[in-house]
């Protein structure tokens, strides 16, 4: 199997093949970004699957639909359901990454969303690193960008919509034209807001910080899970506050964080080095017992894992 490929995908109730996953130039969504989505990773241990914290992942989703006036046509259930389906169907048995998507289907001209159909769709596909080999260990580089993340006023930024990710597209795109992994972008007041796919946190002085949720972010379940992992694990309470553009270059250590990033150091920012250029002590730290949790090695947190078989 290739990485970017599987057999299967579930769509609107039905398992299909890959290949015959495919949606009309008409689609709502395609023109207008008028859908929402969700990335979950699965974890392969102890001869099985594990997906982290579904239930979390489907009630940004279903909240993200609900603002966008789409009715899932499927209870909660159904839908963990059919993302646990997606995994079995295509028989994956290493760490993977899936992808649900609800969107505005087929339907009239015009951008009004209530005529046209509320589909859905479920990928899987097993995965690695999402930021590049390595990265985990050695840090990224990251550009604050020049694009400003959506401001509320124009789009909500709580939503995971479809539409959001033009933003993030052009942030990215800016940091890999200019040679780094990632961007980081300000939110509409000039404070740190976050990734174009994660969440980030710095350290000063053993002190551990991170922007709150009116900094324009998406609220990450892996921003949830590590405000958690640190307060039992590390004994730390992070101070959940607004961060300027300085304080990131003056960190001693900053750190992104995703479902697909999962805990990635950064080492770099613009032209200043963070700490001594290298990956920090509590961000090692943090990560392992993200990694810990994730993987079940820490009984404490199984609960945040749904086997699939
Ligand atoms: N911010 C943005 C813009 C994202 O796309 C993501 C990835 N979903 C995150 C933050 C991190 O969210 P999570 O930890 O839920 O993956």
Redesign the pocket.
């Known amino acids: 199997m290739s990485e970017e490929k599987a057999e299967y995908i579930w769509m609107d109730g039905k398992i299909v093949k890959w290949d015959d996953a495919n949606i009309h130039v008409k689609t709502h969504a395609l023109h207008y970004g008028t859908g929402v989505f969700?990335?979950l990773r699965g974890y392969a241990f102890n001869r099985n699957v594990h997906i982290f914290r579904l239930k979390a992942?489907l009630d940004?989703l279903y909240y993200s639909a609900k603002l966008y006036r789409m009715n899932i046509p499927y209870t909660h259930e159904e839908f963990s359901e059919a993302v646990i389906s997606i995994v079995k169907a295509n028989n994956i048995r290493e760490n993977c990454y899936i992808r649900p998507i609800v969107y505005r289907g087929y339907g009239p001209l015009g951008l009004n969303p209530l005529k046209s159909p509320v589909n859905a769709a479920i990928y899987a596909i097993p995965f690695k690193e999402y930021l590049g080999e390595g990265v985990l260990e050695n840090g990224i580089t990251c550009l604050i960008s020049s694009w400003e993340r959506i401001s509320p006023r124009a789009l909500p930024p709580e939503a995971?919509a479809c539409g959001?990710?033009l933003n993030?597209v052009l942030a990215r795109l800016e940091a890999v034209e200019k040679g780094y992994t990632e961007a980081i972008m300000l939110d509409h007041r000039g404070f740190i807001s976050?990734?174009?796919?994660?969440?980030i946190f710095i350290i000063r002085k053993g002190e551990v910080y991170t922007p709150p949720l009116y900094a324009s972010?998406?609220?990450?379940?892996?921003?949830d899970s590590l405000l958690q992992l640190f307060k039992t694990e590390l004994k730390i309470d992070v101070k959940v506050t607004d961060l300027t553009r300085s304080e990131l270059y003056r960190a001693d250590e900053v750190f992104i964080?995703?479902?697909?990033g999962e805990v990635t150091p950064v080492v770099k920012i613009d032209s200043t080095v963070i700490g001594d250029g290298k990956p920090g002590e509590i961000t090692r730290k943090i990560q392992k017992v993200y990694l810990d949790a994730v993987n079940g090695r820490n009984a404490k947190y199984i609960h945040w894992l749904t086997p699939v078989y």
């Open positions: 969700e990335g992942h940004r995971k959001n990710y993030s976050e990734g174009t796919g994660e969440n972010i998406l609220e990450g379940v892996t921003r964080c995703g479902t697909a």
